[in-house]
Structure formats: C-alpha cells, structure tokens
C-alpha cells in the first residue's frame, strides 16, 4: 500500500516536471538554438537512415563528409545495393567500427532486393533490418514517418536524468527500462495520439507550424525563455499544443548536445531553475553508469614486403575488428614482439629465409583506441629479393592501394611513411 502511494507521488511529481519542460525545450527550439546539420528536418527515410547508421559511434563533426559523400554516390538505396562491396568500404574508409559498414551493405541489399526499395514505415519493421536497434529505429520512424518513438540516445538519457533526478543506472536493466518510459511519457505531453504525419493542430483545431511557440492554456505564449513557467503556475495546470514527435526528439537531442552537456552550460540553460540536479549540485554527477568496461590491449607488428615496386596485402575475412578491410602480412602478440619472434614468423609463418629479404626501416610504435580495445602497432618494411607467393595475399603496387579499404592506421603509414626513408 505505502509502496502503491510512493510511486503515485513520483509519477505526479514526474508528470509536472514534464510539463514544465516541454513546452519550455519547444520555445527554445523554436528560436536558432539547435545544431544546424544538413539531414534535420529530412524525411527520406533513406537519408534518415544512412544519417543514423554514420553517426553511431561517430562525432558530427566528423560523419558530416561521410554522410554527404555517400549521398553524392549512392543517391537512393538502389544505387547502394548494387554497389561493389570494395567500393563501399572505400567510401566509408576512416570512420571505424567497420561492422556498420557490412550491415548497411546488407540492409540496402534486402531493402532493394526483397522490399522494391521501399523503406519499412514501421517501428517493428525497422527494427528487423541488419544492423538497426532500437535506437536507430525509433529515429527513422519519428523523423521519416513521425510516429510517436522517443529517441533515446546519450544525449537524452544524461537530459531526463538531470531534469528528473534520476540516479538509476543507464545501463542496467532497470535504468533502461525506467528512461525508455520516461522518455515516451515525457515526448508525449501535449501531443496528440495520432501517428500519422497530419499537421500538428491547436487546441482551438487549427492547424500550427513547427515553429510556433508552444502556449499557456489561456492562450498566452510562454514570455521568458529563462522562466518557462510562471511563479503563479503549477507544472499540473499548464497545457502544451500538440507536437510532433520528429520536432521534440530533434529539440531533445540538440539540447543535450549544446547546453546539457557532459559538462554543463548551466548558466545559459532556459530550465536552471526549475532542475532539480542543478539545484542540488548534482548535474555532473548524472547520468550515472554502474559497469566500467576494461580496455583489452592488442599487439599488431605488420612485416610490410616489398618486391620491385608492389607490395603485399590480403583480406581480413575473420570475424574479428576491421573484417573486410586489407592489410599488410601481419604478427599479433599479446606484448611488444621481440626481434626472435619476428624472425620466426617471417621464416614459419610466410617460409622466409633470411637471405631472401632486407630490412629496410622500422617505424616507432603507434597505437589506435577502439571503444574497447587499445591496439599498438610497429611496422617493419622488408624488401624481398623477388616476388614470393604467399597464400591469401596479392601484390599490388603503391598506386593501386588507393583502391583499397583499409583501417585508418594502416591508411596513415602509407600516405606518410611508405615510400618515405626518413619517415
């Protein structure tokens, strides 16, 4: 019964703060306050979806090229599909985490092939596509389709945990279920429950732009963008228009990635007074995380051979980190190899004696951070007496790796040290 009493006062306390804060991050959006990015306001679901699949993982800043090369090359999901698979990962050479690539490979593929390219307009559908999550998926269906899907990403979840106080884990059970209902609950204030792409209508019935302020019940619109709700109003008693999800979850994001950042600019922040995190000298301290990955370390010492001018390089087609993409022969160890166990490799491994090559420079270590792995890579170049047959691997000469994917370490040795004996 106590039990029963406690969770109605947290959802009523819940339900005010929502009320306060939307139609207060509408206001705010409805001025130049958010991120200016070329896919806002897109409703290609296509585009949605490339925009997404690039971003994951991925700074604006930097899938911002990536999303506008794509785009120039693979206009629609058909020209993607049919696209060689080389070529593709070409394009998408630099960004990382190479899995994404495969599964927008596959996904453009089953979209042309079996669906006439026709991108799927619901969240389940979505969601069945390889590679897309939750996330991902209720991105494409309120941007593209505005149905009513909160998106949650990092942004979100550190926003709902500051202005709700809410210390639970974003990553436990618990804390995913509670911010996914949170985040659904919070998005839909005001709005009403339709789940087509009708424009948005007043109270009154007539119908809106996105662009327009959101208002007080008696009409009135919110005056103070840093005082979003009156002294003489409760949280309770304020009725916001209706929105559409598309708007509020782009509001919500662009929030989060401007003003409620990991370090937060509170001072300009239109809802200081009325965040409880804030208030209490806890905004840094949410969202709160209860596992810490550890960083697994990996040793990668490629033997880069070279015969006349070509050099050899294979596929890596294990279901390991940068599947697909190529590289030079190669010696993992799990420390710094030893020159013993280089020596090894070369004459057990690749059946070199050490008459047949030279060395001619080493290169000092390197090393490439993943989400969870912490990769050191030394290069050794080795000039072979002639060309050698070396299973899985094919020679190519320093112009035709161009041609080639590979991952950004590998891609920076041959641009800068290859060819160069100082380097």
Same mark, same amino acid.
């Given at each position: +019964?106590?039990?029963?009493?406690?969770?109605?006062?947290?959802?009523?306390?819940?339900?005010?703060?929502?009320?306060?804060?939307?139609?207060? %991050?509408?206001?705010?959006?409805?001025?130049?306050?958010?991120?200016? +990015?070329?896919?806002?306001?897109?409703?290609?679901?296509?585009?949605?979806?490339?925009?997404?699949?690039?971003? !994951?993982?991925?700074?604006?800043?930097?899938?911002?090229?990536?999303?506008?090369?794509?785009?120039?090359?693979?206009?629609?999901?058909?020209?993607?599909?049919?696209?060689?698979?080389?070529?593709?990962?070409?394009?998408?050479?630099?960004?990382?985490?190479?899995?994404?690539?495969?599964?927008?490979?596959?996904?453009?593929?089953?979209?042309?092939?079996?669906?006439?390219?026709?991108?799927?307009?619901?969240?389940?559908?979505? %969601?069945?596509?390889?590679?897309?999550?939750?996330? /991902?998926?209720?991105?494409?269906?309120?941007?593209?389709?505005?149905?009513?899907?909160?998106?949650?990403?990092?942004?979100?979840?550190?926003?709902?945990?500051?202005?709700?106080?809410?210390? /639970?884990?974003?990553?436990? /059970?618990?804390?995913? @279920?509670?911010? /996914?209902?949170?985040?659904?609950?919070?998005?839909?204030?005001?709005?009403?429950?339709?789940?087509?792409?009708?424009?948005?209508?007043?109270?009154?019935?007539?119908?809106?732009?996105?662009?327009?302020?959101? +208002?007080?019940?008696?009409?009135?619109?919110?005056?103070?963008?840093?005082?979003?709700?009156?002294?003489?109003?409760?949280?309770?008693?304020?009725?916001?228009?209706?929105?559409?999800?598309?708007?509020?979850?782009?509001?919500? +994001?662009?929030?989060?990635? =401007?003003?409620?950042?990991?370090?937060?600019?509170?001072?300009?922040?239109?809802?200081?007074?009325?965040?409880?995190?804030?208030?209490?000298?806890?905004?840094?301290?949410?969202?709160?995380?209860?596992? @810490?990955?550890?960083?697994?370390?990996?040793?990668?010492?490629?033997?880069?051979?070279?015969?006349?001018?070509?050099?050899?390089?294979?596929?890596? =087609?294990?279901?390991?980190?940068?599947?697909?993409?190529?590289?030079?022969?190669?010696?993992?160890?799990?420390?710094?190899?030893?020159?013993?166990?280089? @020596?090894?490799?070369?004459?057990?491994?690749?059946?070199?004696?050490?008459?047949?090559?030279?060395?001619?420079?080493?290169?000092?270590?390197?090393?490439?951070?993943?989400?969870?792995?912490?990769?050191?890579?030394?290069?050794?170049?080795? !000039?072979?007496? @002639?060309?050698?047959?070396?299973?899985?691997?094919?020679?190519?000469?320093?112009?035709?790796?161009?041609?080639?994917?590979?991952?950004?370490?590998?891609?920076?040795?041959?641009?800068?040290?290859?060819?160069?004996?100082?380097?």
């Amino acid at each position: +019964m106590g039990g029963d009493i406690r969770q109605n006062t947290a959802d009523a306390n819940r339900g005010r703060q929502a009320a306060r804060f939307v139609p207060a %991050l509408l206001l705010w959006n409805s001025g130049e306050n958010g991120r200016q +990015m070329p896919w806002k306001g897109e409703k290609d679901p296509y585009r949605i979806w490339l925009s997404e699949v690039i971003l !994951q993982q991925t700074r604006v800043e930097q899938g911002l090229k990536y999303y506008e090369a794509f785009i120039r090359t693979y206009p629609d999901v058909h020209a993607l599909a049919a696209a060689p698979e080389q070529e593709v990962y070409k394009l998408w050479e630099g960004l990382g985490y190479y899995s994404r690539c495969r599964n927008l490979i596959a996904a453009a593929r089953h979209i042309s092939h079996n669906l006439g390219g026709r991108f799927p307009d619901t969240y389940e559908s979505i %969601l069945q596509l390889k590679g897309v999550g939750a996330y /991902t998926a209720a991105a494409i269906a309120s941007f593209a389709y505005d149905l009513p899907c909160a998106v949650l990403d990092g942004n979100v979840f550190r926003v709902l945990s500051r202005i709700y106080d809410e210390d /639970t884990p974003i990553d436990s /059970t618990e804390g995913k @279920k509670l911010f /996914t209902d949170l985040a659904q609950k919070t998005m839909g204030i005001g709005r009403q429950p339709t789940t087509d792409n009708r424009q948005p209508m007043t109270e009154e019935g007539s119908p809106i732009s996105d662009n327009r302020p959101p +208002m007080t019940e008696e009409g009135s619109q919110l005056r103070d963008h840093r005082q979003p709700v009156g002294e003489d109003r409760t949280g309770d008693r304020l009725s916001v228009v209706s929105h559409r999800s598309s708007v509020y979850n782009q509001a919500l +994001m662009d929030f989060g990635a =401007t003003i409620c950042k990991p370090v937060p600019e509170c001072g300009r922040c239109f809802f200081n007074r009325y965040c409880p995190a804030y208030r209490g000298g806890r905004q840094q301290l949410l969202p709160v995380k209860a596992k @810490k990955t550890g960083v697994k370390e990996r040793w990668f010492h490629y033997l880069v051979m070279k015969a006349g001018e070509e050099y050899a390089i294979r596929q890596r =087609t294990g279901k390991d980190i940068w599947q697909n993409l190529y590289e030079f022969p190669m010696l993992e160890t799990g420390k710094p190899a030893s020159a013993q166990q280089v @020596k090894a490799c070369l004459e057990e491994q690749y059946a070199l004696e050490p008459w047949e090559y030279t060395t001619v420079k080493k290169s000092g270590r390197v090393s490439q951070r993943l989400s969870h792995r912490l990769v050191h890579f030394d290069f050794t170049v080795l !000039q072979l007496a @002639k060309e050698k047959e070396l299973p899985g691997f094919e020679w190519v000469n320093k112009g035709g790796l161009e041609q080639y994917p590979f991952p950004r370490t590998l891609k920076q040795f041959i641009v800068n040290q290859l060819d160069d004996p100082d380097g």
